[in-house]
């Protein structure tokens, strides 16, 4: 892996202060700096940290953990609490926001909902 590699990224401390009991992050871009994963009319999109509050609550998301399958989902913190960060069915490459039933338990979620996260040292 590259540091130039565009698709990987930091994991942050969220841009958008919430209630200190959710767990939420932030997805920083490696390669290039100050670009954020934020969503926006129902795509995921690289985007320049603007420093509205807008843009702090489009790139932050709630962390959600399944031990048992060591697998991890994303929830955007602005919208209804139904909408997840999830792969594109068509591409299996784009990342996409979609609407699911609300306060659905994350050993629920289909995998394209589902992330692992590399660590690197």
Same mark, same amino acid.
């Given at each position: 892996?590259?540091?130039?590699?565009?698709?990987?990224?930091?994991?942050?401390k969220s841009?958008?202060?919430?209630?200190?009991?959710?767990?939420?992050?932030s997805f920083?871009?490696?390669?290039?700096?100050?670009?954020?994963?934020?969503?926006?009319?129902?795509?995921?999109?690289?985007?320049?940290?603007?420093?509205t509050d807008?843009?702090? @609550?489009?790139?932050?998301?709630?962390?959600?953990?399944?031990?048992?399958?060591?697998? +991890? !989902?994303? @929830?955007?913190?602005?919208?209804?609490?139904?909408?997840?960060?999830?792969?594109?069915?068509?591409?299996? !490459?784009?990342?996409?926001?979609?609407?699911?039933?609300?306060?659905?338990?994350?050993?629920?979620?289909?995998?394209? +909902?589902?992330?692992?996260?590399?660590?690197?040292?």
């Open positions: 892996m590259s540091i130039n590699d565009k698709s990987l990224f930091i994991i942050k841009l958008a202060s919430l209630d200190p009991s959710i767990v939420s992050l920083a871009s490696l390669a290039l700096p100050n670009l954020y994963l934020r969503h926006q009319d129902g795509r995921v999109i690289l985007s320049k940290n603007d420093e807008l843009f702090r @609550q489009d790139a932050t998301f709630k962390l959600m953990v399944d031990n048992k399958k060591e697998v +991890f !989902a994303f @929830q955007a913190i602005n919208l209804a609490d139904s909408f997840y960060l999830a792969l594109d069915n068509e591409t299996n !490459a784009t990342l996409v926001i979609i609407k699911l039933e609300p306060h659905i338990p994350i050993d629920k979620l289909d995998k394209r +909902f589902l992330f692992r996260i590399i660590t690197t040292t």
